[in-house]
């Protein structure tokens, strides 16, 4: 069981990047085919970034448009984030001490996850805004719940072999499988986990990319508008 699930997620985790890949090549391409309108003053290189940095941390443009769903959003992606550098643990042997100085932190995180998740879901169930609540977006929100709910069940019911999750991570690392560990929740996580990673949209890992160039030409686009001859 644990070599099927071994290749399972090797073969999740290639799928993955050979969609990254070909969505990253598409978005080149998009972006060197697209006309590039002239600019008589390029944007300042320093405000692009610093505003596009803006965007990505602090959800600014979602902050503008719906801030009872960007505090949700927020809440969760920073719990998100503290609970993957807690799970970290799991993957590296030595385990460097700041990761260790994250785990209470990250594990105050587990338990406000599922919170946000539930937040995020009646909120963009109730909004009138029909692109806040598409079917797949529920879909990984629901999937994400379920990861998080089992995560909890199994900190709180203490039934996991920890050291056991620990071998057969690092073995799916080193390609030497090692044996799932027992129990019923473990395997329920692992499989989940498989199925968001085979559903994300590889669109969130360029977004940042995206986002700078949408800001490069919000800032250019009034001087174009304002330029005296110019036409878009």
């Known amino acids: 069981m644990g070599t099927?699930?071994?290749?399972?997620?090797?073969?999740?985790?290639?799928?993955?990047?050979?969609?990254?890949?070909?969505?990253?090549?598409?978005?080149?391409?998009?972006?060197t085919?697209?006309?590039?309108?002239?600019?008589?003053r390029r944007p300042s290189t320093i405000t692009t970034w610093v505003l596009t940095v803006r965007d990505v941390a602090l959800f600014w443009r979602l902050l503008k448009v719906n801030p009872?769903?960007?505090?949700?959003?927020?809440?969760?992606?920073?719990?998100?984030?503290?609970v993957i550098l807690r799970h970290l643990r799991?993957?590296?042997?030595?385990v460097p001490s700041w990761i260790w100085d994250l785990q209470l932190p990250g594990l105050i995180a587990g338990y406000?996850?599922?919170?946000?998740?539930?937040?995020?879901?009646?909120?963009?169930?109730?909004?009138?805004r029909e692109k806040y609540s598409s079917p797949a977006n529920m879909l990984l929100l629901l999937l994400l719940l379920a990861i998080?709910?089992?995560?909890?069940?199994?900190?709180?019911?203490?039934?996991?072999?920890?050291?056991?999750?620990?071998?057969?991570?690092?073995g799916i690392l080193s390609f030497t499988p090692a044996p799932l560990p027992g129990g019923v929740l473990f395997p329920m996580h692992i499989v989940l986990v498989l199925i968001v990673v085979a559903l994300l949209p590889t669109h969130i890992v360029t977004a940042p990319l995206v986002m700078l160039e949408a800001r490069r030409r919000d800032l250019g686009l009034p001087q174009v508008m304002h330029e005296p001859g110019k036409e878009l």
């Not at 085919?33 to 008589?40: G, T």
């Not at 009872?68 to 503290?82: D, I, K, P, Q, R």
Request: charged content about 10%; some cysteine.
């Open 90 to 94: 799991y993957f590296l042997d030595p």
């Open 33 to 40: 085919e697209d006309p590039v309108v002239f600019l008589p």
């Open 4 to 31: 099927i699930v071994i290749i399972a997620v090797l073969g999740v985790y290639a799928a993955f990047w050979i969609r990254f890949f070909l969505h990253t090549l598409a978005w080149w391409r998009g972006r």
């Open 68 to 82: 009872t769903l960007w505090f949700g959003e927020y809440v969760f992606h920073a719990s998100f984030l503290l």
């Open 148 to 170: 998080s709910g089992i995560g909890v069940l199994m900190h709180a019911l203490s039934t996991t072999d920890l050291v056991g999750v620990k071998l057969f991570s690092l």
């Open 112 to 128: 406000v996850l599922p919170v946000s998740l539930v937040y995020i879901l009646v909120v963009r169930s109730c909004s009138e």
